[in-house]
């Protein structure tokens, strides 16, 4: 597979991985590899130019640490109200997208991407969908697990509280 260009930025380990992410879905799309052209926003966002086999592709991606399901309405709602030049993918890019997220984005109807490859990307302009789900993503392992009140460890404490 070939690589063209820089894919980091600001020493940003995520763009990199989406970099090398996107150039592998549209190599799976048509077959053929795809050289990016990247370039960062004044805001800080990343804009991704593509063109492979006569199609171009230009994408605003979105990074975010975290997106879940109490902040993805307000998100991708914001998102999907911004002003997008003609033939631009918006993508919101994150570690994890539950499959809560992933059907409010839908319902937004913004396209996303996690760092294992899980995606929907949607241009209904040029008849685009390219849709990847249940690709195993390390990156959910790493998340805290909530506290259990009634572990052993917990106990104690619960019942003292309940004692007073």
Same mark, same amino acid.
């Given at each position: 597979m070939k690589s063209c260009g820089?894919?980091?930025m600001n020493s940003d380990k995520g763009i990199a991985r989406f970099g090398h992410l996107i150039r592998d879905v549209v190599t799976d799309l048509d077959g053929t590899e795809?050289?990016?052209? @990247?370039? =960062?926003r004044a805001d800080g966002e990343? +804009?991704?130019?593509?063109?492979?086999? #006569?199609?171009?592709?230009?994408?605003?991606v979105r990074i975010r640490e975290r997106i879940t399901p109490q902040i993805a309405d307000d998100l991708f709602r914001r998102l999907s109200e911004e002003p997008l030049p003609e033939h631009v993918i918006r993508i919101a890019y994150a570690p994890v997208i539950s499959a809560? @997220?992933? =059907?409010?984005?839908?319902?937004?109807? +913004?396209?996303?991407?996690?760092?294992? #490859?899980?995606?929907r990307i949607v241009d209904r302009a040029a008849g685009l969908l390219i849709s990847r789900s249940g690709i195993p993503n390390d990156a959910s392992k790493g998340r805290p697990k909530t506290a259990d009140p009634f572990a052993p460890k917990s106990s104690p404490i619960v019942r003292a509280m309940l004692h007073e």
């Open positions: 820089e894919y980091t795809s050289c990016w052209k @990247v370039s =960062e990343i +804009v991704m130019a593509s063109k492979t086999k #006569g199609k171009s592709f230009r994408l605003d809560r @997220v992933a =059907e409010i984005a839908r319902r937004h109807h +913004v396209s996303y991407m996690d760092y294992a #490859g899980n995606c």
